[in-house]
């Protein structure tokens, strides 16, 4: 299957594309519900029936190509390491890496790979329900929820979070403690704030995750944790464009998509969202 395939050109679907479409179906830490190793499928299927015009731009004029799914039935570690390759090289090529979850704990993967093909540590943009900042879970180590704490305190990566509204007191002391940005949901959406603005040491180049629980668990149930009190549409977009004013835009992921059988219209949220943070890092 082909990310916006009824859209593309031959010319904007090659491997010189901009973008550079990586289905990750992993599902190995989940936690309460299940099905995020359907969520990549879901998601592309559910692309083709996206308008290439958005926000009067066409972001794939720049060209999206869909690689092979990572084999995820191998052990998470090896499935991990895979990932990484994948998204180092895509950055070394001048490219930019879109990865399609699959659980969170992919995203500890997709960035090292870039991080590693800069050669610098970078910026992570997360918009998620969750802090995932714990030191481990369940018995993983690479958990979806202890993935930003890997990132953060481990590797030494920034860290932005917005639309938090789940997390424990461990994971709230971390986040003062590694010097953590946040707004969480019920500041961000009490007061409609659509506007951030990073601090200035906040490195230049920036990898957006968005867990789609980030959004509202009216506008986004097909999830493995929805919340209730998430952010919009619109605002979680505009969150993500203004954190990227004045830097660049060198990952994106979109995780944590749980198809829900016969309803479709949160698979095509999910590509529509994808769609957009393509646009965003586009400069839209």
Not at 81 to 86: F, I, K, S, T, V
Not at 208 to 217: H, M, N, P, W
Not at 239 to 264: K, M
Request: aromatic letters at 6%.
């Amino acid at each position: 299957m082909i990310f916006l395939n009824s859209e593309l050109t031959n010319s904007e679907r090659g491997p010189e594309a901009r973008f550079q479409i990586v289905p990750m179906p992993l599902e190995k830490t989940v936690s309460y519900g299940s099905g995020t190793a359907n969520g990549p499928a879901a998601l592309i299927e559910a692309s083709d029936q996206l308008e290439r015009l958005w926000r009067g731009m066409e972001p794939c004029a720049a060209g999206i190509y869909t690689t092979p799914p990572i084999d995820c039935e191998q052990p998470l570690d090896a499935a991990l390491d895979a990932l990484a390759a994948r998204t180092e090289g895509i950055a070394r090529a001048g490219q930019i890496p879109v990865t399609l979850g699959g659980e969170h704990s992919l995203t500890w993967a997709a960035a090292m790979g870039v991080s590693r093909a800069l050669g610098r540590r970078i910026g992570i943009v997360q918009i998620d329900a969750h802090a995932d900042l714990r030191r481990a879970y369940q018995g993983f180590r690479h958990s979806h929820a202890s993935v930003m704490q890997l990132l953060v305190e481990e590797e030494g990566m920034a860290l932005a979070q917005y639309g938090v509204r789940a997390l424990s007191s461990e994971e709230a002391a971390l986040r003062e403690d590694l010097g953590v940005t946040y707004i969480d949901a019920e500041e961000l959406v009490m007061g409609n704030i659509t506007e951030v603005t990073l601090a200035d040491d906040f490195p230049e180049d920036v990898y957006i995750t968005f867990d789609v629980d980030g959004l509202d668990a009216p506008l986004m149930p097909a999830t493995g944790t929805p919340v209730p009190g998430g952010l919009g549409y619109y605002q979680s977009l505009a969150l993500v464009r203004s954190a990227l004013r004045g830097r660049r835009c060198v990952g994106i992921d979109v995780v944590e998509l749980a198809p829900i059988e016969g309803a479709d219209v949160w698979d095509f949220t999910a590509a529509q969202l994808t769609y957009a943070l393509i646009g965003i890092a586009q400069g839209g």
